[in-house]
């Protein structure tokens, strides 16, 4: 097969793999008798036109990058974590024992300490898979899964039996304190403006007390940590010693061995770092967004995460790219269930397609692409 | 020179069996094949010859339909044919058996050969056609193979008979062969040799693709020699000798011997006790080795191919664990402990350039950058600080290797899998020669290695040896161990058979001790 020019194996295959799956998702939306332009335009409009979808889209994003780097790094040690939703959700726990139980004088110093839990939980929930691979040559990829649902049932008996208020009905735990609210991106200063309530006249709206009115949406500043996360992670893979032997670990066992790089040590370390990842994902949607703990709080982001870093190439940078574009799919797709009659679930199958045309059906683009850029015969 | 015949000169009336004219293939700015032309007799067997990287794997490609020239043509049999795929070259009658074999690993003999030639939905009928074809052919050609063998039981030898078979089947009367002894004993490669001949004899036409110059003398008609994407010459075997032929290789006279003064033993490095490694099978495959080797001295280690002399390498260099004693320098190591492991022989002074460099001593998808630190990445001068790596001077680092070891192309950022396999040999050889070990363990020092660059690499153990260092080498070619070592000692079945001095041995002395017989364990 021909190598394909860089720019053509980073920008053009994805987009033409969107194009593929956008073009069968418009054929779904005929048989149902919609139209898929205004489809694209509600979901466009609704993610990505206003400040106010972004506030979505980039909610969603964010804990797709965490999830998309959590599978990344164990990917470049060749260990397939399955588990980042479950680690994500024990992370919550973290994030809500955390937030529930010490008194924090200010949302600064609760990040750092709901962010030191989190990452610890998640660590220690995809710690026991990393052993039983390590020591026991148990297949990660069954582990993680069936810890998947070890962690949803652990999590509905202890929010049930121990978070629950007395008397409440519903399977979550008390709302944390005020002083652990993270600033969400309306409260933010330089880009709260965007997101001011007009009135039909263009004034700004205010409320009784006379302050201006917000749109309120759920992104907040774990945003910019998932973007630090994405340098960080970088940073460890491609600049450190413990990354260098990641890679060489995932990319050769053997090799590794020769070079005296300890494969139990590996695993281990990269099953911590990922599950942690996958836990800090927890700082956005439990901290950031409920202020409490639910029941299946990372509402399936663990699996997306697998999507995000097989599209981003398990680079960090087109992780990103890829969780902002799962972001969209959301955030679109709740446009949708809102404005249209296109039902919400659509977006399942708009994702679906996503992924089975950037990540199955990946060498067949490639393949046509390699036909189009093969060297031209003399 | 003498010999040599004109490309393109009109001979007799009789088409040949192949014909390129004029054959151009460039990759991008690289010249792979720049207007080559030979001709195959029938019935004969051609060699081609060149170094790693000189165009022979491209020029056999373009015949086997896996590239299109970019100019030039194909005449098989006089008619002027094209290749635009595989599938054409099997109708053209032309048979390809690869230096890596195309077989799939579970299936048997007889499942291997009739995929994809299948005669219809249903195997039966396949099958036992495929059965009765492959008889005739085993008594023709001296080619048995147990047709319901699974191929992955098979030794390297058999499962290359069954690619040979395949092509048969498949009625090739051309049969290209791609450095087809590289993996081979001795013994399995007198015996291609033989089935080679036989084929010949019926009529088919056979294409050797080697660097090995004894092979070419041996086997050929026929050879022809290519440096750089070109054909430098064409000449009748029986009237061209090695040196001539290395000559017209490596562009610069070559020295086929290794050129070396009398070793100057000094203490003792390394000392080797009773020492045993049993596999996960529960196969004990070192049965009490015992051996030394001193400062300034080269030890050969002589033998087939799976007497447990790979054992012996993993088990110095940490990859493998066993029980016995191995002393470093006087220090005895742990052999099954927290430091049995590469990192802790390293700091013993032991440097490892593995037998199988593509599997242990590189890894393919790394940069050859990140390459000259793999097993030294705790080394001080890589760290840029307590937290980073410091990338700039693992690039400074080997571009420097790079330029004192030759290799080519000199791009630390290209992946150690684009390297051909002597200048990958190169980059481990560097990494672990300029380490400065008191020991050096290395196996297979040249194996797929051309002869440029074997040359290269025995004057670096040689150079190695004389500033008073230990090398303990292994090799399944008799040629490198007699001439290389200053001690050779003969391993067969996990034991080491006796010690002779390469001066006074000869290769039959040696290959009676490699088969297990006429040896004595005590001097």
Sequence with gaps: MTKLPTWADVVLVPVISLILAALVSAVVLLAIGQDPMQALSVMVNGAIMTPY????????????????LSVTVAYHAGLFNIGSEGQAQIGGLGV?????????????????????????????????????????GSHIVITTIMFNYIAAALMIYILVDFLRPTGSMDPASARFAATTALPKFHELPLISDL??????????????????????????????????????????????????????????????????ISAVKITMITMLISGGLAGLMAINNVMGQAGRLLQNSAEGAGFIGIAVALMGRNHPLGVVMAAILFGF?????????????????????VQGLVILFTGALDHMVRMMLGLVFRPRQA | MAGAIEPGRQVSAAPFAIELKGISKAFGPVQANKDISIQVAKGSIHGIIGENGAGKSTLMS?????????????????QATSIPDSQSAIRAGIGMVFQHFKLVQNFTVLENIILGAEDGALLAPSISKARKTLAELAREYELDVDPDAVIEDLSVGHQQRVEILKALYRQANILILDEPTGVLTPAEADHLFRILRGLKDQGKTIILITHKLREIMEITDTVSVMRRGQ??????????????????????????????????????ILEVENLRVTDEQGVERLRGVNLQIRAGEILGIAGVAGNGQSELLEVLGGIERGTGTIRMNGVELDLSGRHSDGQSRRADGIAHVPEDRQVLGLIMDFAAWENVAFGYHHAPEFQKNALLMDNAALRADCEAKMAR????????????KNFSGGNQQKIVVAREIERNPDLLLIGQPTRGVDIGAIEFIHKQIVALRDAGKAVLLVSVELDEIMSLSDRVAVMFDGRIMGERDPATTDERELGLMMAGIAGESAQ
């Design chain 1, 53 to 68: 979808g972004w506030g979505y889209t980039l909610y969603y994003a964010t804990s797709f990058i965490f999830t998309g």
């Design chain 1, 96 to 136: 809500a024992l955390c937030c529930l139980f010490l008194p924090w004088p200010h949302w600064t110093l609760a990040l750092v300490g709901a962010m030191l839990a989190a990452s610890a939980f998640g660590a220690a929930w995809a710690a026991i898979p990393a052993y039983l691979q390590a020591k026991r």
């Design chain 1, 195 to 260: 997101f001011l309530r007009y009135t039909a006249e263009g004034a700004v709206r205010l409320d009784p007390q006379g302050n201006p009115m917000y749109q309120k949406v759920p992104a907040n500043i774990s945003f910019f940590l998932a973007l630090l996360a994405c340098v960080a992670v970088w940073v460890l893979l491609w600049h450190t010693r413990l990354g260098y032997m990641i890679r060489a670990f995932g990319k050769s066992d053997k090799a590794a061995r020769y070079a005296g």
């Design chain 1, 329 to 349: 799919l959301y955030q679109g797709g709740a446009a949708l269930g809102l404005e249209t009659t296109i039902p919400m679930e659509l977006r399942i199958v």
């Design chain 2, 62 to 78: 373009i015949l086997y339909g896996f590239y299109k020239a970019d100019s030039g043509e194909i005449l098989i049999d006089g």
């Design chain 2, 231 to 268: 054909m430098t010459a064409t000449v009748k075997t029986a009237e061209t000798n090695p040196e001539q032929l290395a000559e017209l290789m490596v562009g610069r006279k070559v020295l086929l011997r290794v050129d070396k003064t009398p070793a100057q033993p000094g203490r003792t």
């Design chain 2, 405 to 416: 070891f030759d290799v080519r192309p000199p791009i630390p950022s290209l992946a150690a």
